[in-house]
């Protein structure tokens, strides 16, 4: 039977083994063709990483890190192998979510607030109020979900016209200015 080594496939024997019996002692020697795996990188939504194709046993270069919006990258699992395994080999990116600090300054009014809250998650804007004031709008206009950055979104206020009215009771004189 034709013998087997890991990482290597057999490709025959040197010399090659005789059909009958030879007079004399004979030593056939193995021979080997190194094999080659792949290491491929699933990144679970991150940039792309090239996948390694080389020989078994030769050393391996880890990739450079991927990223992703609004996460951190933690590592690969399994980690990437210092050799090439005798075999192709799957490795998964893992990523942990970012938090960012979104403030939402009532300008002048109450009702703001500032918070650390995960990236993609809903954002709602609080309800603010000011005397004397309307609410017109907040500047820049906040997305429906946390960015991947630190944000402060100010109220915008339109200021209130009031009217002053005076009633005479019932007097015919007199002026208003």
């Known amino acids: 039977a034709n013998p087997t080594r890991t990482g290597y496939t057999f490709t025959g024997w040197s010399p090659a083994v005789p059909a009958t019996m030879p007079a004399y002692n004979t030593t056939c020697v193995a021979q080997w063709s190194i094999n080659s795996y792949y290491v491929y ?20 270069t880890p990739p450079a890190n991927p ?7 933690t590592g690969w699992s399994p980690a990437v192998p210092a050799t090439m395994p005798a ?25 703001g607030w500032s918070q650390s809250l995960q990236y993609g998650s809903t954002l709602t804007p609080p309800t603010v109020t000011r005397t004397g004031y309307t609410f017109s709008s907040w ?8 960015p991947a950055s630190n944000a402060t979104y100010t109220a915008q206020w339109n200021i209130n016209t009031y009217y002053v009215i005076f009633n005479g009771n019932g007097s015919t004189g007199g002026s208003m200015s």
């Open 139 to 146: 500047s820049p206009t906040p997305p429906g979900t946390v």
């Open 87 to 111: 075999g192709n080999t799957t490795c998964v990116a893992q990523w942990s979510i970012n938090s960012y600090t979104i403030t939402f300054d009532a300008n002048g009014g109450t009702g």
């Open 41 to 60: 990188f699933d990144e679970q939504g991150g940039s792309a990483v090239a996948d390694i194709y080389q020989q078994y046993g030769s050393a391996i």
């Open 67 to 73: 990223t992703k919006t609004g996460y951190t990258f």
